[in-house]
C-alpha cells in the first residue's frame, strides 16, 4: 500500500473512493460495498478496505452518503413570521439540534400567505428533504394542515395543526397564567387582576384561564378576567390598566405580555404608586429587550421556545430513525423567571420551573 498512498498525499488533494479501491487493490464497486457494509465480501477484503481509507483520511461526501442512505440530511423549515420575536428562538433551537446531527436546515417564510406556503411547501419537496418543521407565526392558534399524504415526517412548533393525528408541540400558556397567579398568591396578594390582549387570540386566553382557575382553587377571582382585554398596544396596556385599578384597586397585576406588562408600570408609576410594594406587575414571554430594562425588572413567564425548537427537531430525527411521529398537541412546560417587579430588592429572586 505505501507507495499508493505516497501518490495520493504527493497530489495534495482530497482521496476519493477510486483511491480507496486502488490501495486495498479491489474495484471501485467492492469499495463502496465495504466501507457500506453492503454485499457479501470476504472478512479479509472488508478489512484491507477499511485499512485503506482509514490510512488514507477517506470521507465519503455528504452526496454520497445521500446516495446510499437514500436521504440528502436536509429538513425544511416553513415559517409565516420569520421576523417574530417567537419564531426566531424556535428556529435557533431547531437549528441548533439539527446541526447537532450533521442536517442542514433550509429556511422559508410564506409571510402568511397560503398560496406561497403551497408553492413554498413543493420547492422544499423538490429538494427532496428528509422532514419538515412548520413553525407558527406571531398567533399561536390552530392553523390548517399540511395534509397526511406529505412523503415526509411533519412536526407543527408553536402554532398547533388543526388535524389531531399531526404531531403540534406548543407552549403551555394555561400553565403560564397558573405559576403567575400561584406566584402572587404565595407572596401573600389576594386582590389579582388581569390585563388582557387580543381576546381573539388563543395564548391570551388560555393565559387568563390558566391564573383564574389557581384562583379559583383558592377561593379567590381573577379581577377585570374578560372585560380587561383589548390588543397587544402599550396604548390600550395603559387604558386598561387604569380601568382595572379604578374598579378593582387590585394589589397585583398579570399582563397577557411584556408589552402590556410595561404599559401598567408607567401607570403605576404616574399615579404614584409602587412598584412591588404596592402592587405587583408581572407579564408574559419574558422578553429581555423589555424585562431587563423596565424599572424595577420584570418578572414574566420564559416560554423556552429554543427548547421548543429542539424539542420538534428531535421528533423529525426520531421519526428518520423509524419511530412513530406521535400525533395530537404536546404542551411543553414553561418556566417562571421572577424578578423586582413582584417581590422586594430583599426577597431571593431567579427563575423557577413547575
Known sequence: MGADLQVVA????????????????????????????????????????LEAAEELDFRPSSLARSLVSG??????????DLEGRFVLPILMGAEDALGAGRVSVILTD??????????????????QIDGLIVVGGPRNDAR???????????????????????????????????????????????????????????ASRARESGAAAALAERGAELLGAGVTAGDWTER???????????????????????MLARAALDVLRDLGRRVPEDVAVAGHDDWSVI????????????????SLGRRAAAAI????????????????????????????????SGTHEP
Open 71 to 80: 436521504r440528502t440530511g436536509i429538513v425544511g423549515v416553513l415559517t409565516n
Open 144 to 202: 390548517p394542515s399540511l395534509g397526511r399524504d406529505l412523503p415526509v415526517p411533519v412536526v407543527y412548533a408553536y402554532a398547533p395543526s388543526e388535524d389531531p393525528r399531526d404531531l403540534s408541540i406548543v407552549p403551555d400558556n394555561v400553565m403560564a397564567g397558573r405559576l403567575l397567579a400561584e406566584h402572587l398568591w404565595e407572596l401573600g396578594r389576594r386582590r389579582i387582576g388581569f390585563v388582557g390582549g387580543d381576546p381573539t387570540y388563543g
Open 317 to 348: 430525527f426520531a421519526a428518520l430513525a423509524g419511530e412513530p411521529i406521535g400525533e395530537g398537541v404536546e404542551y411543553r412546560p414553561v418556566r417562571l423567571a421572577i424578578r423586582g417587579s413582584t417581590v422586594p430588592d430583599n426577597w431571593a
Open 236 to 258: 390600550w396596556g395603559r387604558a386598561a390598566t387604569a380601568r382595572l385599578l379604578a374598579a378593582h384597586r387590585p394589589d397585583a397585576i398579570i399582563a397577557a405580555s411584556d
Open 110 to 127: 410564506a409571510r402568511g400567505d397560503a398560496v406561497r406556503e403551497a408553492q413554498q411547501l413543493r420547492t422544499l419537496l423538490e429538494r
Open 291 to 306: 424585562v431587563t430594562n423596565t424599572r424595577p425588572e420584570l418578572t414574566s413567564v420564559d416560554a423556552r421556545l429554543e
Open 10 to 49: 504527493g497530489q495534495g488533494r482530497r482521496p476519493t473512493i477510486a483511491d480507496v479501491a486502488r490501495v486495498a487493490g479491489v474495484s471501485k464497486g467492492t469499495a463502496s460495498k465495504a466501507l457500506n457494509g453492503r454485499g457479501e465480501l470476504t472478512d479479509e477484503t472488508r478489512r484491507r478496505v
